[in-house]
């Protein structure tokens, strides 16, 4: 279980507004600036795990975070590049079925929302690489969170809120509205998520999601 200084730094970072791993030992390689971990070595961890088809410890995950954990687009950006958002996207594949209370999917949320602090043009490199894929997992992560399958320790109003906001983020997103508007499971989600009371911010980004996608000319013929 992690400790209430971890989950209140998971909720500090789901909570960021702008979205303008084995051992404690296992990273070695780190940057000189701040003690981060390299992207690639995260990327490294991270295939072993699925290959394993395992998780990421509290210590990798919270190491983890702690490099993603920056408001350096470029940086973001070179993630994305590196093929950090597929890792996790994998890790998620693996992780989501088995988690039965929510604490990996917690941290992975909250990894995806960090890393798509990234460019646009890298947010819709990530859409046309895994976004179709992704997007299910997602929204299953909602299911989890709406349904009670997310103990209340490990935060599912910060899980659901963080993941409304991905969603909203594709919205905006102008290549890839047409499609969101077109996603029935995606639309009956976040009816789900407004009608629920677990999560208020939740709410906020599931009404302001559909307002994107309303007000869009083309996108509110598709709804």
Not at 56 to 74: A, C, P, T
Not at 77 to 101: C, I, M, R, S, Y
Not at 123 to 148: A, V
Request: hydrophobic share 40%.
């Amino acid at each position: 279980m992690p400790s209430l200084n971890r989950m209140s730094k998971i909720g500090s970072i789901c909570a960021c507004t702008d979205y303008s791993i084995l051992d404690s030992g296992s990273f070695t390689h780190r940057n000189k600036a701040d003690g981060t971990v390299h992207v690639k070595e995260l990327i490294h961890i991270i295939k072993d795990a699925v290959r394993d088809g395992n998780g990421l410890s509290n210590d990798e995950y919270d190491e983890l975070l702690k490099s993603l954990y920056h408001q350096d687009i470029e940086r973001h950006n070179q993630e994305v590049k590196t093929g950090l958002a597929k890792a996790l996207f994998k890790l998620l594949e693996v992780v989501l079925p088995n988690d039965e209370t929510g604490e990996q999917v917690g941290y992975l949320v909250t990894a995806f929302a960090l890393v798509f602090q990234c460019s646009n043009q890298y947010k819709l490199f990530c859409y046309n690489s895994i976004g179709r894929q992704l997007i299910p997992l997602l929204l299953q992560t909602c299911d989890m969170c709406i349904f009670g399958k997310v103990v209340r320790e490990h935060s599912p109003e910060l899980i659901l809120a963080t993941v409304t906001k991905i969603l909203g983020m594709f919205c905006k997103l102008s290549d890839t509205r047409k499609l969101m508007a077109g996603d029935d499971d995606f639309l009956d989600s976040l009816v789900d998520i407004i009608d629920c009371k677990i999560s208020p911010d939740a709410r906020v980004y599931a009404i302001w999601a559909v307002s994107i996608l309303a007000l869009d000319d083309e996108s509110r013929l598709t709804l």
